[in-house]
Nanobody, 124 residues
Framework: QVQLVESGGGLVQAGGSLRLSCAVSGGTLSAYMMGWFRQAPGKEREFVAAISLSGGDTRYADSVKGRFTISRDNAKNTVYLQTNSLKPEDTAVYYC?????????????????WGQGTQVTVSL
């Protein structure tokens, strides 16, 4: 059973940065397409970023493009989300997710495995 554990969230001032990590166990990371999603209170879970099996292809939500960077280290079984120039509207619980396949999907329903989430709070 594949397990995902996020870390790196916290409280940061607007304009600051955080590096989120997602450690994968119970499977070989290189077999999974990975995504990051977020969910703010009272809102639906939304797509943030996705990365292909080798890391050569990425996709971002328009709201984070140019500010966030997704990457992966298959040797360390870890996926990262570097978040820069954070805004209060980035405040949410951030989740990493995994699925088999090669297409960079943005729909949460197409992902099989999920972590428990890490809270990111951006203050003014």
């Amino acid at each position: 059973q594949v397990q995902l554990v996020e870390s790196g969230g916290g409280l940061v001032q607007a304009g600051g940065s955080l590096r989120l990590s997602c450690a994968v166990s119970g499977g070989t990371l290189s077999a999974y397409m990975m995504g990051w999603f977020r969910q703010a209170p009272g809102k639906e879970r939304e797509f943030v970023a996705a990365i292909s099996l080798s890391g050569g292809d990425t996709r971002y939500a328009d709201s984070v493009k140019g500010r966030f960077t997704i990457s992966r280290d298959n040797a360390k079984n870890t996926v990262y989300l570097q978040t820069n120039s954070l805004k209060p509207e980035d405040t949410a619980v951030y989740y990493c997710a995994a699925r088999r396949g090669v297409t960079l999907h943005i729909s949460p329903s197409l992902y099989t495995y999920w972590g428990q989430g890490t809270q990111v709070t951006v203050s003014l």
